[in-house]
């Protein structure tokens, strides 16, 4: 028979913010957080994981106009645009045969639907961002003065390590409310002959994503994804981000008060970063193919100025 599994209490999760917190461990003025824990040494086991030389992406496409405002400007001929006459260069008003598109975007990629990075800043607890900081160094003209995306400016490069539960448990998908636990990406190490060490970036999936193939993104806020009880787990193996095909918790998270605790005592107590809403499709149909649950995970923010995350194209290669 299954032991029972002891679930954390309400007190044992509130009481992360301290214990599992990694304030001053890497210095007071430290912003990056969990990605200390990827070296030189991390990368280069990285990139021994390229095995196969196969690269799948691990987002989903940005849709217009459901996810995104956009505006395109097209110009057959660039001659006869308004003002070319003015232009400095002579050519560009002598030269009749090209011509030019271009866009104006808006995007909000906070939310459920579009792959994205979260910094450590994008979250308070008590008006508290990571490593002690105040909220008010956000300001609302400038942005945030720490923990913002720029601190991954050299971008993430990683060894990637996905941890597959609906194929443990034997579903297309997880239903919306489960929650992941650490016996439960034991297991797919066991079975997928993978171990999460040092530095790793653990992309969970819930089989989400097939859902979402299939249906559509869902409605609500009742979703799968990691339950708070996989925090000390994630601490104990040094992971440097976690990924999941969801928003990351589950929902509810089944602590009142507590709305989203792998994102609160991640970003803030933590300083864990986090993908959110990946497609791990691909992905996973890769490695089971190839018999190979780890790779290379490169991720390049783009360098938004004093901004709390950045959409993302995380690129797996086998």
Do not use: K
């Not at 040494?41 to 989903?60: E, F, N, Q, Y």
């Not at 045969?97 to 459920?112: A, P, T, Y």
């Not at 969970?204 to 009880?229: D, I, M, N, V």
């Not at 509810?252 to 991640?266: I, K, N, Q, R, T």
């Amino acid at each position: 028979m299954t032991a029972e599994r002891q679930m954390p209490t309400r007190d044992d999760v509130l009481g992360y913010f301290d214990t599992l917190s990694n304030w001053g461990r890497w210095g007071d003025d430290d912003e990056l957080g969990t990605l200390n824990h990827i070296t030189d040494d991390v990368r280069l086991a990285a990139a021994r994981a390229v095995r196969h030389g196969r690269s799948v992406s691990c987002a989903w496409e940005v849709t217009v106009p459901a996810e995104m405002e956009r505006s395109t400007t097209t110009c057959p001929c660039a001659a006869e645009m308004p003002g070319a006459e003015n232009m400095p260069v002579a050519e560009f008003h002598a030269d009749r045969r090209w011509g030019f598109s271009s866009e104006r975007l808006g995007i909000s990629f906070h939310g459920n639907t579009i792959t994205h990075v979260d910094s450590p800043c994008h979250l308070y607890w008590d008006g508290t961002m990571y490593n002690g900081r105040s909220h008010s160094l956000v300001d609302p003209a400038t942005g945030s003065g720490w923990a913002a995306v720029t601190a991954a400016a050299n971008g993430i490069v990683t060894r990637g390590v996905l941890l597959d539960v609906a194929r443990v448990r034997d579903v297309p998908w997880l239903e919306p409310g489960q929650g992941v636990f650490p016996e439960d990406l034991e297991e797919a190490e066991r079975r997928q002959g993978v171990r999460v060490r040092s530095g790793d970036a653990v992309l969970l999936r819930t089989g989400y994503g097939r859902a979402r193939h299939e249906s559509g993104p869902a409605g609500g806020f009742t979703q799968a994804g990691w339950h708070a009880s996989c925090l000390p787990w994630l601490r104990d193996r040094e992971v440097a981000l976690i990924g999941a095909d969801t928003p990351q918790d589950v929902q509810p998270s089944g602590y009142e008060g507590v709305l989203m605790p792998v994102h609160a005592v991640g970003l803030v107590a933590m300083g864990l970063w986090l993908l959110d809403n990946c497609d791990l499709e691909a992905c996973a149909t890769t490695a089971a193919e190839l018999g190979q649950w780890d790779f290379q995970l490169a991720i390049a923010p783009v360098r938004l100025a004093g901004t709390s995350g950045s959409p993302v194209n995380p690129i797996a290669t086998f």
